[in-house]
Every structure is written in C-alpha cells, then in structure tokens.
C-alpha cells in the first residue's frame, strides 16, 4: 500500500509541476503575444483535478486531511476513539458512494468528448475512481488500525 502511494506521490509532483508549466505558458501566451490558446485552460483544469484526486489517498494515510475539531479536541480519549472510528466510517462510505456515482454518470457519459482537447469524459476524469479507491485502501487500512487501538 506505501508503495502504491509513494508512486502517487511522484505522479502528484509531476501533476503539479504539469500545472505550474501550462498556466505559466497560458499567461506569457495572453500577455506578451496577445494571444489565447484554448487548450492551456482544459488541460490546466486535468492537471488540477488529476492533482487533487490522486493526492488524497497521500493526505488520507498522513493524517493531513482538513478536519474541524474546535469539540473533538475536548473529548474523553475514549470518546475521540470513537468518533475518529465514526469519521473513518463516513469518509468510508463518501467514498463508496462517490465511486458508485462516478460509474453511473460514466455509463452514459463515457464517450463525450471534451470540449477543446476533445479527450473522452473518461480519459479526463479517470483520477477521480482512481484516487478513491485508492484511498478506500488507505481508509480500511487506518479504520483497522483504529479498531485495533494502534492509533486514535
């Protein structure tokens, strides 16, 4: 699973260097030669949502994810127990159900193309179950850790 992540890692560099090097190109494009090119903004756009989809399964196994704990912070340590069992639980089914989504727009949708680079719907959202059900992997392993008492 760590190495299933670590290569994600890499792939999220190069996601986001692939996204610094469009917008860049996309801007000196618009102010020095006034000229816009049309696909820099789609591709920008698949290099953002290839970037958030495949990191969150990296983000989700370090603990970084944004979570709000102004009351959880207070609790009994049996209490937070369970309610970082509870929260592993819902992002669990979040993500179930995101993956089940995703399929049942792709079975109508899979072969619209895009609008500019003129990709299948699929080709471009293909990080998304991607990245879920990677990080599926990674909830079920720290739910289970969880459940052993290995960590809150």
């Given at each position: 699973m760590?190495?299933?992540?670590?290569?994600?890692d890499?792939?999220t560099?190069?996601c986001?260097?692939?996204l610094?090097?469009?917008?860049?190109?996309?801007?000196?494009?618009?102010?020095l030669f006034?000229y816009?090119?049309?696909?820099?903004?789609e591709?920008?756009?698949?290099?953002?949502?290839?970037?958030?989809?495949l990191?969150?399964?990296i983000?989700?196994?370090?603990?970084?994810?944004?979570?709000?704990?102004?009351?959880t912070?207070?609790?009994?340590p049996?209490?937070?127990?369970?309610?970082?069992?509870?929260?592993?639980?819902?992002s669990?089914?979040?993500?179930?159900?995101?993956?089940?989504?995703?399929?049942?727009?792709?079975?109508?949708?899979?072969n619209?193309p895009?609008?500019?680079?003129?990709?299948?719907?699929l080709?471009f959202?293909?990080?998304l179950?991607?990245?879920?059900?990677?990080?599926?992997?990674?909830?079920v392993r720290?739910?289970?850790?969880?459940i052993?008492g290995?960590?809150?």
């Amino acid at each position: 699973m760590d190495s299933i992540i670590n290569i994600l890692d890499d792939i999220t560099y190069l996601c986001l260097i692939g996204l610094v090097l469009t917008v860049v190109f996309q801007i000196l494009a618009r102010n020095l030669f006034s000229y816009g090119i049309p696909w820099t903004d789609e591709l920008a756009r698949w290099w953002q949502v290839t970037l958030v989809f495949l990191g969150l399964p990296i983000l989700t196994r370090e603990g970084t994810l944004l979570r709000v704990d102004i009351v959880t912070e207070s609790f009994p340590p049996k209490v937070l127990h369970f309610f970082n069992i509870l929260s592993s639980v819902l992002s669990l089914a979040f993500c179930l159900i995101f993956i089940y989504s995703f399929v049942i727009f792709m079975l109508k949708a899979w072969n619209i193309p895009t609008a500019v680079l003129n990709w299948p719907i699929l080709i471009f959202f293909i990080a998304l179950p991607l990245g879920m059900g990677i990080n599926i992997l990674a909830l079920v392993r720290i739910l289970y850790r969880q459940i052993k008492g290995e960590m809150e």
